[in-house]
């Protein structure tokens, strides 16, 4: 295994990220040894609040997030193995759903005092971690969770509802086959520099909503990049053979739950949204944006205002309970 690249030096300039306040860094050891590399940010008695990030990012694409909330919470991010400054396992059996979930588990321990509860939110790949967890850890979610966040996100039928190719219904397994295997080589090879252009409008159309400003296109590309070949396939491969008709369960799923979508996501359109406020035990709130993907970035002040909305309820609740 070696350490995935520094994602800070091969991104280009985007202002919000590179104005991220202060840090203190935190080395986690997952279950299976690989090493995770996680950030807090804030006052060190603030309530925790843990970001986790989707497939190609880093902890910088939770900036908007991270400046707004440190002022006054302990924002707790970290890298996913194979992304950013965490380890990058190379063989395809260390990236799957079980690892996604011991991965939030180790970095939940590792952070948080005995005893203490966070508000968690995971942006696409960010939420399968989630729900993921509540499935393998059901006796996990009371013990460390308050309340989650689940945005832009899906827990099955990962290829059924990607806008990429569209074709007559009678073709539609045509279409996810050819989806899955072109999210899996897409995701695994190199990006050559002559290529940066068309790659980045590909990834434009897919995670980025058409009336975002530029510089998140620029800036999800530039994340992508720095992503290590391996870290990128490992994980398109799991979330292509693992989330297909059958959906991660969310009965475990106990407390106060966020839900978020985007009118415009191409990648996980509101379909994927709307089963999931369905289905989960304690519904908090349901959030329908417009733009695309990536909520987080094209929508910050939206998607900041509904995480402090849920985290003034759960801890409103607490001083009740107490």
């Given at each position: ?115 203490e509860r966070a508000v968690i939110a ?142 415009k996501d191409r990648l996980l359109p ?23 993907h990536c909520a987080i970035l094209e ?24």
């Amino acid at each position: 295994m070696s350490r995935g690249p520094r994602s800070r030096s091969r991104a280009r300039a985007f202002a919000p990220a590179d104005a991220l306040p202060q840090s203190r860094e935190v080395a986690v050891r997952s279950a299976d040894g690989t090493r995770l590399h996680a950030e807090v940010f804030g006052p060190d008695d603030g309530y925790p609040v843990l970001l986790v990030h989707g497939i190609t990012c880093a902890i910088r694409v939770w900036a908007h997030q991270i400046a707004d909330l440190s002022q006054h919470y302990r924002v707790i991010a970290y890298d996913h193995r194979g992304h950013g400054r965490s380890e990058v396992p190379r063989s395809r059996r260390a990236y799957s759903l079980d690892h996604l979930a011991a991965d939030l588990d180790s970095v939940l321990e590792a952070t948080l005092a005995p005893g203490e509860r966070a508000v968690i939110a995971g942006h696409s790949m960010g939420g399968i971690a989630i729900t993921s967890w509540s499935e393998r850890y059901p006796e996990r979610v009371r013990d460390r969770a308050d309340g989650v966040a689940l945005i832009n996100t899906t827990t099955g039928d990962l290829l059924r509802h990607v806008q990429l190719l569209p074709v007559p219904p009678q073709l539609a397994h045509v279409r996810v086959r050819t989806a899955g295997t072109l999210l899996k080589t897409f995701g695994a090879v190199p990006v050559p520099r002559a290529a940066h252009r068309t790659n980045q409008r590909f990834l434009s159309m897919l995670a980025v909503g058409r009336d975002a400003d530029p510089a998140i296109a620029g800036f999800v590309h530039d994340l992508f990049a720095a992503t290590a070949p391996a870290g990128r396939g490992g994980w398109a491969g799991a979330l292509v053979d693992h989330l297909g008709p059958q959906h991660i369960g969310l009965h475990n799923l106990v407390v106060p739950t966020l839900v978020i979508g985007s009118e415009k996501d191409r990648l996980l359109p509101m379909v994927s949204a709307r089963r999931i406020a369905r289905e989960v035990p304690n519904l908090a709130q349901f959030v329908e944006l417009a733009g695309g993907h990536c909520a987080i970035l094209e929508r910050p002040d939206e998607v900041n205002t509904q995480l402090r909305l849920l985290i003034d309820s759960v801890t409103a609740e607490r001083r009740i309970s107490s």
